[in-house]
T-cell receptor
Framework: SQKIEQNSEALNIQEGKTATLTCNYTNYSPAYLQWYRQDPGRGPVFLLLIRENEKEKRKERLKVTFDTTLKQSLFHITASQPADSATYLCALPDSGGYQKVTFGTGTKLQVIP | DAMVIQNPRYQVTQFGKPVTLSCSQTLNHNVMYWYQQKSSQAPKLLFHYYDKDFNNEADTPDNFQSRRPNTSFCFLDIRSPGLGDAAMYLC???????????????FGDGTRLSIL
């Protein structure tokens, strides 16, 4: 079955630096990949979607890459701010049905002023 | 603003006492989902609806049931809550996927369920 791995350890970075989060997957060739942000006690909020034929996608300070050979997506936040502190989840379409996605456990990002 | 609203935000129930969580949406999306999320874990899909077509995940306990009386509302019923059911319950919606399925999901802020 498909497996998604995100670094379970929290990532602490200094304000102004670029944060890079990783999403690895196995046993699967997804047509797309999504990234969400989740704040404590809140529901996830959709950020970006990247398709398998796209190498890179940008939205303001966010950049996502998708390497289907490495089976990996990288999520970058440039010029990070304390307000970017949250848990970031990647999600891949579920092999059991295209209406569904499977989420990773997320990586907690802490931006230190 | 169009949104997904979950009520209540916090729910406390007693062990074995039935509880219902509700979700409403103003997005007019035809797909609705219920997830269970425990601390530091990924959201785990329990059910989803495409319109009134109900889809149960294979590992969703029989203790959990759902109703969707119309497009806007969806309910999660837990018939006999156990201590292991304490979690955040998230409702989400999406448009019916097109082009191979790539629609984002829109989440409510969840109901945190505690079991005494």
């Amino acid at each position: 079955s498909q497996k998604i791995e995100q670094n379970s350890e929290a990532l602490n970075i200094q304000e102004g630096k670029t944060a890079t989060l990783t999403c690895n997957y196995t046993n699967y060739s997804p047509a797309y990949l999504q990234w969400y942000r989740q704040d404590p006690g809140r529901g996830p909020v959709f950020l970006l979607l990247i398709r398998e034929n796209e190498k890179e996608k940008r939205k303001e300070r966010l950049k996502v890459t998708f390497d289907t050979t490495l089976k990996q997506s990288l999520f970058h936040i440039t010029a990070s701010q304390p307000a970017d502190s949250a848990t970031y989840l990647c999600a891949l379409p579920d092999s059991g049905g295209y209406q569904k996605v499977t989420f990773g456990t997320g990586t907690k990002l802490q931006v230190i002023p | 603003d169009a949104m997904v609203i979950q009520n209540p935000r916090y729910q406390v129930t007693q062990f074995g006492k039935p509880v219902t969580l509700s979700c409403s949406q103003t997005l007019n999306h035809n797909v609705m989902y219920w997830y269970q999320q425990k601390s530091s874990q990924a959201p785990k899909l329990l059910f989803h609806y495409y319109d009134k077509d109900f889809n149960n995940e294979a590992d969703t306990p029989d203790n959990f049931q759902s109703r969707r009386p119309n497009t806007s509302f969806c309910f999660l019923d837990i018939r006999s809550p156990g201590l292991g059911d304490a979690a955040m319950y998230l409702c989400a919606t999406s448009r019916y996927p097109t082009g191979g399925g790539n629609q984002p999901q829109h989440f409510g802020d969840g109901t945190r369920l505690s079991i005494l």
